[in-house]
């Protein structure tokens, strides 16, 4: 009997299927007339900012203009954490003030002007991230339209999913970001003249040791491959697991032992001190510098496989890096391996200046984390 | 008392409006003052802070907002039902009590694929679920799965009332069989049923009856029907709307606006669009505003790509905007979602419109393969 009452009562559900006008929001965005930043102006419905700014003050169910206006300010406020706006990867600041009232087809809106300190360049990523009402309404929905370049085009952005790419270089937002990442790995190897040192003297060493036996190209190239795939596979392993979050050596251990590791490399490049596991000690340094390298990781965020994804590109931006250095100290050197191999002279003066330096770098390095 | 607020409310919110014509312009709010009222607000508004925890008082709070939404004709409401599922929202394994409620939200938003979904794995754990039945079946009937629709209405149990299983089937007779099965069956089951449990499903049965009675061309008998499904059920928001296209269809323009009396921006498109039909064949000086605020609707709508509105923008390019071609291209694309009467009806008409002989006569075919007559396209294929 209860089940039958049931459902009488919800028998009629089915029907009253009629499309409706749910809520929207309108945001136009496009560049100012310098065409360099990026401005616009957004409407909210009256009855939506009731939901997130008190606006009915004496508790009558109606919005009047006079218990709107003492309210605007804070709608200025509570609105703009909602957007979320992002030029080439980094977050601008976004700013709205109450303009005027519009009118849109379900009734009255909120109109703001919004202005920012995002910077547009034709080759610029924009990228949105819209919020509002993210946890009220699920069937909210942003109307993006964005006036740039000339390309006038519409958006429809759901509150609390993964960011629109308004525009770019490509129109998936994920290959760019993972560009950004992979340029990053290239730059933060290709700025650390510590990493570069070392990856230098590897080669420096790898010629050394070849050239007593018959000195050619392709054992100069087996040795270097050797050297340079074992410190790989050991900073990515430390790389990883900080990245990750798995492991947190802190820097003031990390930065003095690379120093190190770049004045115990030079000396062994001198004088041979570490004749035999050689794969094993380089591949100890390269814990050490795997460490070193996620100073140079934007914090990751997304889903897992987003995470993955960046630091894959990442990693492959350092190994890029690292063979572009590679590759060219040993251009460098080829005028000498041409002529027979490098003299103990040209080896001094490649590597004493190098010891001079990382003795600094070690002392330094040290000073600075007992201060 | 509520009735003198409410007109008071709209008067002042006419006023502001009336000081534009063009929709998504400012206005200006110099000519505001502190009591101008901007808009009225819902006498329940949801919260974020109002989170629920389990299944069962989520599946709850969503039941109240479609309730809510219904009753007031309010589509936000929808949109607070949804949220408070969200947890469960895409779970293919959600709790029943919240993949009932979470099948009904799809049904209404018109995501007709998911809502199937839910009720087939509702049906699965629960065959006898009465109520996933019939949802099931109104759902295969609108799009025009008559057969299936069929089977799921013969699976309802004897325990369910001879009402709701009369309701069942005829609105699937109503569509394939001759117009005198739904009228003869509606009308024992609704003197059977006299006294009446549930106003709701004896206002769809009155409007089904109105639907038999409009297909053998006896429009008087079909008005009084629906005027007693209104009369039963004043929120049937779907019998309103079936009700205006019939004094339209009359030449009554004038009646069918007075059956919607809110602020037009708290109708649903559909009742926008009659409203809108209506003024323009009755030469309202508001016609033209009524216009611009549809065709923005519609805009919105196909903006956000989610429901289908195919149904609704060719009920507006062909009796507003007089673009046969337009409508006869967007009925064609409703057609593969939904095959209700009012769907038939628009599809023949622009067509016809049209001048589109490939589409009116493929019409037929279905017509004839289905068993679907009506007297108004009787008449059409009489003039055409």
Not at chain 1, 73 to 100: G, M, P, V
Not at chain 2, 280 to 288: D, H, I, L, R
């Amino acid at each position: 009997m209860k089940r039958w009452l049931l459902l009488l009562l919800m028998v009629c559900v089915s029907r009253g299927a009629l499309a409706h006008k749910a809520s929207d929001s309108y945001l136009t965005l496009r560049a100012d007339a310098s065409a360099e930043k990026l401005v616009g102006h957004w409407d909210i419905a009256m009855r939506d900012l009731a939901l997130i700014v008190p606006l009915d003050a004496n508790d009558d169910r109606t919005v009047t203009w006079g218990e709107l206006q003492p309210q605007l300010a804070s709608i200025a406020n509570a609105t703009q954490k909602a957007l979320h706006i992002r030029t080439n990867n980094e977050a601008c600041t976004a700013r709205l003030q109450f303009d005027t009232l519009v009118e849109h087809s379900d009734g009255l809106y909120v109109r703001q002007t919004l202005d920012t300190d995002c910077t547009l360049t034709p080759t610029t990523t924009l990228a949105l991230q819209y919020r509002l009402l993210h946890d009220i309404d699920a069937q909210h929905r942003g109307l993006v339209r964005t006036a740039l370049f000339g390309a006038d085009r519409q958006w429809v952005a759901t509150p609390g999913e993964m960011p629109l790419t308004l525009h770019g270089s490509t129109t998936s937002g994920g290959l760019s970001a993972l560009g950004t990442y992979f340029v990053d790995g290239v730059k933060h190897i290709a700025a650390g003249l510590d990493h570069v040192l070392f990856v230098g003297l590897l080669v420096l060493g790898a010629l050394r040791r070849t050239q007593h036996a018959a000195p050619n190209e392709r054992s100069v190239t087996r040795e270097l491959l050797f050297v340079i795939s074992a410190f790989s596979v050991a900073h990515c392993i430390t790389l990883s697991l900080t990245a990750l979050g798995l492991v947190n050596v802190s820097s003031r251990i990390v930065e003095p032992l690379i120093a190190l590791s770049v004045l115990l490399t030079a000396v062994d490049v001198l004088r041979p001190l570490l004749t035999s596991h050689r794969a094993l000690i380089v591949g100890a340094f390269g814990l050490l510098h795997g460490f070193g390298f996620a100073g140079g990781l934007t914090p990751l965020a997304g889903t897992p496989s987003e995470i993955a994804l960046s630091l894959l590109a990442f990693l492959l931006g350092i190994e890029a890096g690292q063979l572009l250095i590679a590759g060219a100290a040993l251009l460098l050197l080829t005028p000498w391996l041409r002529r027979g191999g490098l003299s103990p002279r040209a080896i001094r003066f490649a590597c004493v200046p190098v010891i001079v330096l990382a003795a600094v770098w070690v002392v330094e390095r040290v000073a600075a984390t007992s201060s | 008392v509520k009735r003198g607020g409410l007109l008071r409310v709209s008067a002042a919110l006419g006023c502001v409006m009336s000081a534009t014509v063009a929709l998504g312009k400012p206005i200006d709010v110099r000519m505001l003052n502190e009591n101008s009222v901007l808009a009225r607000l819902p006498a329940r508004m949801p919260s974020a802070s109002e989170k629920v925890l389990t299944p069962q008082a989520a599946a709850q709070l969503a039941t109240q907002w479609i309730a809510t939404g219904r009753a007031t004709n309010d589509p936000r409401a929808f949109g607070y039902a949804q949220q408070a599922l969200a947890p469960w929202w895409t779970k293919a394994d959600a709790p029943t009590e919240v993949m009932k409620v979470r099948a009904r939200l799809h049904q209404l938003d018109h995501r007709f694929a998911q809502a199937t979904a839910d009720y087939q794995r509702l049906l699965r754990a629960q065959p006898d679920d009465a109520q996933a039945r019939i949802e099931l079946a109104t759902l295969q009937n609108a799009q025009g799965q008559f057969d299936a629709a069929r089977a799921s209405c013969e699976h309802l149990t004897p325990a369910v009332s001879l009402l709701v299983r009369t309701v069942c089937h005829s609105q699937i007779n109503v569509m394939t069989a001759p117009p005198t099965v739904a009228l003869q069956a509606l009308q024992t089951a609704l003197s059977a049923d006299r006294d009446g449990a549930n106003p709701a499903v004896r206002a769809w049965a009155w409007s089904l009856l109105a639907q038999a009675h409009e297909r053998v061309g006896d429009l008087a008998a079909a008005q009084r029907a629906f005027v007693r499904a209104l009369t039963i059920d004043g929120n049937d928001g779907y019998a309103r709307v079936l009700y205006a296209d019939h004094l339209i269809a009359r030449g009554r323009a004038t009646d069918a606006l007075a059956l919607f009396t809110q602020p037009t921006n708290e109708l649903s498109d559909a009742a926008l669009l009659r409203v809108v039909h209506a003024a323009a064949q009755s030469k309202q000086p508001n016609a033209q505003t009524l216009v611009a605020q549809a065709r923005d609707r519609l805009r919105a709508a196909a903006q956000r790509g989610e429901a289908p509105h195919a149904r609704d923008e060719a009920y507006f390019a062909l009796y507003v905007e007089n673009k046969p071609r337009t409508a006869l291209t967007a009925a064609q694309r409703n057609w593969s979602a939904q095959r209700e009467m009012t769907d038939v009806l628009l599809l023949a008409h622009a067509a016809q419109a049209a001048g589109d002989d490939n589409a009116w006569y493929e019409l037929q075919t279905w017509m004839r393969n289905t068993g679907f007559t009506h007297a108004a396209l009787t008449r059409a294929k009489a003039t055409a």
